[in-house]
């Protein structure tokens, strides 16, 4: 089990954003919600002094401390799951997530989840926060594929949290997607929220209206008739980026059931067709460049 921790920041420059946002902004894997649960219960303080106030506007010069109390366990069961494991060492895992597989435990997904299947493989794996969600530092959705690292020790996991929020952790995606782009490659620099209707879906949302900004950079790799092979690399990493930009562009990703307006391959799929390519870091340990 992990042990409590403590992350520090000061606020330097000026922003119109409330406490919770700004944490959501700089604190990778847990979630706005789960953030407002710990200032609720007075895990944040702000310059020294408890704030339990999610909404608390900031001003240049806060200094921020969020104390991760130590994880609670969950009750998971290791289950032997086979995993198709690209790296491994005594400080992370990378593994290539097949389609239909859901990273945690969740309503509705009790089992058979990645989590469930790395337990079993290394059972000493670190919690975060004071939810066990052992050793996973991001996510991909249900039926994307591909790379994820998973830390195996708690220095690996506040390293590679850390890469992931300063952007020093590079995420590059391949994508089938309908239709073919004018442009060889452009950005798309749209905030996303949650959809006002549908909330299983996300949707391009004002920032006024709480949506996060979100940048999508995307390169045609290949055109195939009515289809193109898109690349993508992000600078932030929103739920659905890839899926809510690709359809905005009006070319949504094939096999997307939220986001593809009712078009149809005429095959079945198992989930959209996009995959988490390749995946560049820095070694926790020994600081090599990894891809």
Known sequence: MALASSMDYEVGEASVLRLDQWLAERVPGISRSHLQKLIEQGHVTVNAQVCQTKKRALVVGDRISLHLPQAKPLGLIAEDIPLDILSEDDHLIVVNKPAGMVVHPAPGHDSGTLVNALLFHCPTLPGIGHVQRPGIVHR?????????????????MHHLQEQIRTKTAHREYLALV???????SGIVDQPIGRHPVERKKMGIVSEEKWGRRAVTHWTVKERIGNYSLLHYQLETGRTHQIRVHSAYMGHPVIGDPLYTLGRSLGINLTGQALHAWQLTLDHPVTGDRTT
């Not at 959705?141 to 220095?155: C, L, P, R, Y």
């Not at 309908?178 to 060889?184: A, C, L, R, T």
């Open 140 to 156: 991909l959705d249900k039926d994307t594929t591909g790379a994820m690292v998973v830390a195996k020790t708690d220095q690996a």
């Open 178 to 184: 309908y239709g073919s782009p004018q442009e060889d």
